[in-house]
């Protein structure tokens, strides 16, 4: 059984489409989600208030949105009339051949900050890229698809690194060294937090002293580090609870709990709820 628990994947190697819409989001707007695939999305109208990971974000006409594995996400408000142009890859077209080395760049890149905006003529440019790919993904048949798969991936993760390192460029304020110890503290809970929830054994991993990281983290976000981790963990709790058929007991083994009376009393401290009452009426 897949312990990871994404709730949201693909049914092939790569899609390309214009089809989300308010009732298709509007399923996310009650609990968190997380991805087993990678979407990158391309806003021409409407807007989406929504939170990924520890971020909340805003997106709205010419901004382009990069959801990684694992991401996990969460609609709040949709306004308008949606126009979104998506490409999308399957989790079991990125785990193959170890694809992971290719997005590297691309996970650095958008870590903390999923959302750019672009220019008006940079997203007419994004568009006709879309266009093309979803005008490939309908014409062209099973085999055609598979065979070019790799090359959109790893032209498409280049843009990517490349949209990203340009705005950066152009961005007037460097990142400080506390938000870039914020970075990369996010990042390891990110990877870490079903197993190991111990500030102290991020700041060693971090080589800081675990008052230093928790006071850069406290000034720089306005929350504790015990706060981030918990977050994380109740995030994925509340999804596996909404959007699995799974026991508690599964789910407290796969955020790996020492028992599920501890999970219970640790979720109902952060919701204020139990799981079995989030589960039903949350």
Known sequence: ?????????????????????????????????????EIIALCMDGEIDASVNLNRITVRKNDIITLMPGSIFQINELNGELKIFFLGFSSKYVERNDKAK?????????????????SDKGAEIIEKY?????????????????????????????????????????????????????????????????DNRNVTWYA????????????VVKQATGKTCADIISSMVIMDAKSQLKSTQLSIQA?????NFA??????KYFKRHVGMSPLEYRNNG
Not at 163 to 172: G, H, Q, R
Not at 204 to 215: F, N, T, V
Not at 259 to 264: A, I, K, T, V
């Open 1 to 37: 059984m897949d312990k990871e628990l994404p709730k949201f994947d693909l049914p092939e190697d790569w899609l390309a489409g214009t089809d989300i819409s308010k009732e298709l989001l509007g399923l996310y707007k009650n609990y968190p989600v997380r991805l087993k695939c």
């Open 130 to 194: 879309y266009r093309l790919l979803i005008d490939v993904y309908e014409l062209s048949d099973e085999k055609i698809k598979s065979e070019i798969a790799d090359n959109i991936f790893t032209d498409t993760h280049k843009g990517i690194s490349l949209l990203y390192k340009k705005k950066s460029a152009n961005e007037s304020v460097a990142s400080s060294k506390s938000e870039q110890l914020c970075k990369a503290f996010t990042q390891m809970v990110m990877q870490h937090y079903n």
């Open 204 to 215: 060693e991993k971090l080589g800081i002293s675990h008052a230093h990281l928790c006071s």
């Open 259 to 264: 028992n599920m009376s501890f999970f219970g």
């Open 102 to 118: 290719t997005m590297l760049d691309a996970i650095y890149s958008t870590l903390g900050r999923p959302k750019i905006s672009l």
């Open 251 to 255: 789910i407290s083994e796969s955020l």
